[in-house]
């Protein structure tokens, strides 16, 4: 009993070294924790600024984007429309958040809070490699990709170029990607205006007119942040966009990617028309027609467009309407 009375004391300084050690060992995990913060579930329209952030690209652009949803969760980038931004996509973000992706929400180049180098037309080619290099730059391997009207031909050009960076991909309020798509109407006007100048309230108005209710703030946001666009910027956007052509390509595409087309029929850019030339060139993809939704899907039918491109995600039965 001496003899064990004796180890005591040493004993118990062990066993408290080793609780004192641990707990720090646990202060620090928390202090790790509490410095990196968790991704938003949802922004308001207010806050969307200060959630931009921006990083550098190979491609020789500061890209500004937005994250939320979980850190772990599947990657999804987002691709906006023409003369948009990443706020394009802050109605139907939280359905994708809760379903548990992780969201990248980009400005493509000349748009929002992106770069707008002086570099001539703003291609589908252009816009493709500034992605592929901002998923690299986000060590991004593949991801799932949903891109509208404008993003949704970058998505086009993203899925030739760089197939293997795509697990499924969605074409919103999309047409197949050649001089034809919007013409040199906008182009035009973007050079009407000048350099330095901005379009008027009345084309502002048409520009984001909507078939169905859309939130009024969201729009009122998103109508200024296109409007603060200069005139010069106009013309490589919308220039670039009628200087792309996909056409003999189409041939080339990965047939095993899967690719769903979302349109609208009250869809005031791309007809029925350009939706059966699709149907042709693309005939792997699968289609989906939302009766009486006009361009802007995400924004009028967004539940359902979140529905279904969840759904498409997990291969699973879509059932679109």
């Known amino acids: 009993m001496k003899h064990f009375s004796k180890k005591l004391p040493v004993l118990f300084l062990a066993l408290l070294c080793v609780f004192t050690f641990a707990a720090c060992g646990s202060d620090a995990?928390?202090?790790?924790?509490?410095?990196?913060?968790?991704?938003?579930?949802?922004?308001?329209?207010?806050?969307?600024?200060?959630?931009?952030?921006?990083?550098?690209?190979?491609?020789?652009?500061?890209?500004?984007?937005?994250?939320?949803?979980?850190?772990?969760?599947?990657?999804?980038?987002?691709?906006?429309?023409?003369?948009?931004?990443?706020?394009?996509?802050?109605?139907?973000a939280?359905?994708?958040?809760?379903?548990?992706?992780?969201?990248?929400?980009?400005?493509?180049?000349?748009?929002?809070?992106?770069?707008?180098?002086?570099t001539g037309f703003y291609t589908t080619a252009n816009y493709a490699a500034d992605i592929s290099a901002f998923m690299d730059a986000m060590e991004i391997a593949k991801a799932d990709i949903i891109g509208h009207s404008l993003g949704s031909m970058t998505a086009q050009t993203f899925e030739l170029l760089y197939p293997e960076k795509c697990d499924h991909v969605v074409w919103e309020s999309t047409t197949p990607v050649s001089a034809d798509a919007l013409g040199t109407y906008y182009y035009e006007y973007g050079e009407s205006i000048g350099a330095e100048g901005h379009p008027d309230d009345a084309f502002?108005?048409?520009?984001?007119?909507?078939?169905?209710?859309?939130?009024?703030?969201?729009?009122?946001?998103?109508?200024?942040?296109?409007?603060?666009?200069p005139g010069a910027d106009w013309e490589r956007i919308a220039g670039g966009a009628s200087f792309s052509n996909l056409l003999p390509y189409y041939q080339y595409m990965d047939d095993s990617i899967p690719t769903l087309i979302l349109w609208g029929s009250a869809d005031g850019f791309f007809g029925e028309d350009n939706q059966d030339q699709l149907k042709e060139l693309v005939p792997f993809a699968e289609f989906v027609a939302y009766d009486g939704i006009g361009h802007n899907i995400q924004w009028e039918h967004t539940a359902q467009m979140a529905k279904d491109c969840i759904a498409f995600f997990q291969d699973e039965e879509i059932g679109g309407n």
């Open 29 to 92: 995990e928390t202090d790790d924790a509490a410095k990196t913060p968790a991704l938003s579930m949802e922004i308001s329209q207010a806050d969307w600024d200060s959630y931009r952030q921006f990083v550098d690209l190979s491609t020789g652009i500061t890209m500004a984007y937005v994250e939320m949803g979980v850190e772990d969760g599947d990657p999804l980038v987002l691709i906006h429309g023409m003369t948009d931004n990443s706020r394009s996509w802050s109605l139907i």
């Open 94 to 118: 939280p359905y994708f958040a809760e379903a548990g992706y992780h969201i990248y929400m980009i400005d493509l180049r000349g748009h929002g809070e992106s770069d707008q180098p002086d």
């Open 204 to 229: 502002m108005e048409e520009w984001y007119y909507c078939n169905n209710p859309v939130d009024e703030e969201f729009l009122t946001y998103e109508m200024e942040e296109s409007q603060a666009l």
